[in-house]
């Protein structure tokens, strides 16, 4: 087996052991995925400023995320059908944030359910809700979440209306797969993808089969999205969210000053600077374009927080520098999941920390809270006022 330096060579790895459609779902972006790409080269553009003869023995990693103590800056996104990744992926993603001592997210169109991944961890895991037109399963959602003990909520507001990702049609993304030619050719040169589904739990989506009408028989994943996901979302209704759950909420999708200003008052502990990796808005702005506006405009207010981009520990320096309190890792985990399972999620976390913790050593800090402006060199999106100091993260 090859051996895996960093994120890229996980990917690689899961191209090869995962059938193309699942594949490509969780690596496509929408339309001609301009801000998939940009949210990747937009972070690289950012140079970091080399200091040296600094002491920086002792490094911490380690801080706060919603009030809660974590071993990293990190959270593990919510990311739909993991468990067609690998078999069971929710679960090995969970375990593994688990033992990494950082915060997973199960999504609401996970294969797995959450009643699935409660059984399966001894800490609390965070659920993602999506806003669907029946609010009576939503409510009971949110309580079946609350019954499970998670700790957060993370409420995603930007896939009311589903963008095109081209890369789904041609493949006919359904689950479970259809019986196809391509697809039965595809599936027999991948027998461990297919041993671990055969072993896994469920073949569909364990939060919504028997519960919501169509999803039992195959089914276009777009169209049925299309079709149940409630475009009429407005802030009304979260806070008709907030009250229903009564715990920490995280709003998740921000892009904008404006509604990071809404998303603030609404009492929620955190937002997410996303454009939903590039999969909804093509031509909208990268995640990290928008994140030290958001920062400067909402910082003092409520906790923000990043995604959009990460594959290094670099990226994630970057990111903190700009006014982020942490990062959501998506895809890189999901590579780690489709190249080795469990054990590959805890790999990508570790590559990520190891390399987090190495550019903060060579940019002469040596804690999460002293991470600030002062560690970017000239970056053509330094269009924030710099403090005179690192800014300190709430603990």
């Given at each position: 087996?090859?051996?895996?330096?960093?994120?890229?060579?996980?990917?690689?790895?899961?191209?090869?052991r995962?059938?193309?459609?699942?594949?490509?779902?969780?690596?496509?972006?929408?339309?001609?995925?301009?801000?998939?790409?940009?949210?990747?080269?937009?972070?690289?553009?950012?140079?970091?400023?080399?200091?040296?003869?600094?002491?920086?023995?002792?490094?911490?990693?380690?801080?706060?995320?919603?009030?809660?103590?974590?071993?990293?800056?990190?959270?593990?996104?919510?990311?739909?059908?993991?468990?067609?990744?690998?078999g069971d992926?929710?679960?090995?993603?969970?375990r593994?944030?688990?033992?990494?001592?950082?915060?997973?997210?199960?999504?609401?169109?996970?294969?797995?359910?959450?009643?699935?991944v409660?059984?399966?961890?001894?800490?609390?895991?965070?659920?993602?809700?999506?806003?669907?037109?029946?609010?009576?399963?939503?409510?009971?959602?949110?309580?079946?979440?609350?019954?499970?003990?998670?700790?957060?909520?993370?409420?995603?507001?930007?896939?009311?209306?589903?963008?095109q990702?081209?890369?789904?049609?041609?493949?006919?993304?359904t689950?479970?797969?259809?019986?196809?030619?391509?697809?039965?050719?595809?599936?027999?040169?991948?027998p461990?993808w297919?041993?671990?589904?055969?072993?896994?739990?469920?073949?569909t989506?364990?939060?919504?089969?028997?519960?919501?009408?169509?999803?039992?028989?195959?089914k276009?994943?777009?169209?049925?999205?299309?079709?149940?996901?409630?475009?009429?979302?407005?802030?009304?209704?979260?806070?008709?969210?907030?009250?229903?759950?009564?715990?920490?909420?995280?709003?998740?999708?921000?892009?904008?000053?404006?509604?990071?200003?809404?998303?603030?008052?609404?009492?929620?502990?955190?937002?997410?600077v996303?454009?939903?990796?590039?999969?909804?808005?093509?031509g909208?702005?990268?995640?990290?374009?928008?994140?030290?506006?958001?920062?400067?405009?909402?910082?003092?207010?409520?906790?923000?927080?990043?995604?959009?981009?990460?594959?290094?520990?670099?990226?994630?320096?970057?990111a903190?520098?700009?006014?982020?309190?942490?990062?959501?890792?998506?895809?890189?985990?999901?590579?780690?999941?489709?190249?080795?399972?469990?054990?590959?999620?805890?790999?990508?976390?570790?590559?990520?920390?190891?390399?987090?913790d190495?550019?903060?050593?060579?940019?002469?800090?040596?804690?999460?809270?002293?991470?600030?402006?002062?560690?970017?060199?000239?970056?053509?999106?330094?269009?924030?006022?710099?403090?005179a100091?690192?800014?300190?993260r709430?603990?």
């Amino acid at each position: 087996m090859k051996i895996a330096a960093n994120i890229d060579d996980l990917r690689q790895l899961a191209q090869r052991r995962v059938p193309r459609a699942f594949f490509e779902y969780a690596d496509s972006g929408s339309y001609a995925e301009q801000t998939f790409h940009a949210n990747l080269d937009d972070l690289a553009a950012i140079k970091l400023r080399q200091r040296v003869l600094v002491n920086v023995d002792n490094r911490d990693l380690s801080t706060k995320i919603i009030g809660t103590q974590a071993k990293a800056p990190i959270a593990l996104a919510p990311i739909g059908l993991c468990g067609m990744i690998h078999g069971d992926g929710e679960i090995l993603a969970a375990r593994a944030a688990q033992a990494a001592g950082i915060p997973f997210t199960l999504s609401t169109m996970s294969i797995c359910s959450i009643e699935d991944v409660a059984d399966a961890v001894s800490k609390p895991f965070w659920f993602q809700l999506y806003v669907m037109r029946d609010r009576g399963f939503i409510k009971e959602l949110i309580q079946r979440a609350a019954k499970a003990k998670c700790s957060a909520l993370v409420l995603t507001v930007d896939l009311q209306v589903l963008g095109q990702r081209h890369r789904d049609i041609r493949n006919g993304m359904t689950v479970p797969p259809r019986v196809t030619v391509a697809n039965v050719v595809d599936v027999a040169t991948k027998p461990a993808w297919a041993l671990s589904i055969l072993k896994g739990k469920r073949k569909t989506f364990g939060n919504l089969a028997g519960h919501v009408q169509g999803m039992d028989g195959i089914k276009s994943l777009a169209q049925w999205t299309n079709e149940q996901f409630d475009p009429r979302l407005s802030w009304k209704d979260v806070e008709w969210i907030r009250d229903q759950w009564g715990g920490k909420l995280i709003i998740k999708g921000i892009l904008d000053i404006d509604d990071a200003r809404l998303a603030a008052k609404t009492g929620a502990s955190a937002l997410v600077v996303s454009n939903h990796g590039g999969r909804q808005l093509d031509g909208a702005s990268s995640s990290i374009a928008m994140l030290p506006k958001i920062a400067n405009a909402v910082g003092s207010d409520i906790e923000v927080m990043f995604d959009g981009g990460i594959r290094t520990g670099a990226d994630m320096l970057r990111a903190l520098a700009l006014g982020a309190r942490s990062c959501m890792i998506g895809r890189a985990f999901v590579y780690g999941l489709g190249a080795n399972g469990e054990a590959g999620v805890t790999k990508a976390i570790d590559i990520l920390k190891k390399e987090l913790d190495v550019s903060m050593a060579l940019t002469g800090v040596k804690s999460i809270d002293e991470i600030g402006p002062q560690v970017l060199a000239d970056s053509p999106l330094r269009n924030y006022e710099e403090p005179a100091k690192p800014r300190k993260r709430r603990r």
